[in-house]
């Protein structure tokens, strides 16, 4: 199993805060990829979709507070770096694609 630094960074203080890191990089790129959709997802008012991505980590995801930080940090970030960047939003449907890509990933990613 291979972690990458932030996911090594992430491990680390889920550590020290008393808490266990088992997920392997995959789970936590597939919450992050969900993080920065939403993050664009809010910034471009597309808020079915913003739903549409809670419901499905609630679906998915174990009910453990530091995959749900990751979700919401990673959310954060990105909805002020789009902001910081002026990017432009995406088309709607292209957006729904992007949406479903990474939605497949999460679900594989977190398969029981």
């Known amino acids: ?3 990458s630094i932030s996911t090594s960074f992430f491990c680390l203080s889920v550590f020290l805060a008393g808490s266990v890191c088992a997920e392997p990089v995959g789970q ?6 969900l993080g920065e959709l ?4 809010l ?3 597309y808020f079915d979709q913003t739903e549409r991505i809670k ?7 174990p ?10 940090d990673t959310t954060n970030r990105s909805f002020l770096a789009f902001m910081q960047k ?8 292209a957006f729904v694609s992007q949406v479903d ?7 594989a990613a977190f398969a029981k």
Do not use: W
């Open 55 to 61: 419901r499905i980590l609630v679906a998915n995801l």
């Open 63 to 72: 009910k453990r507070r530091e995959l749900g930080l990751l979700f919401e």
């Open 1 to 3: 199993m291979r972690y």
């Open 101 to 107: 890509s990474a939605v497949a990933h999460l679900e």
């Open 86 to 93: 002026d990017d432009t939003c995406p088309g709607s449907a």
């Open 43 to 45: 910034q471009c008012r």
């Open 28 to 33: 936590h790129a597939a919450i992050s990829r």
């Open 38 to 41: 939403n993050g664009v997802a």
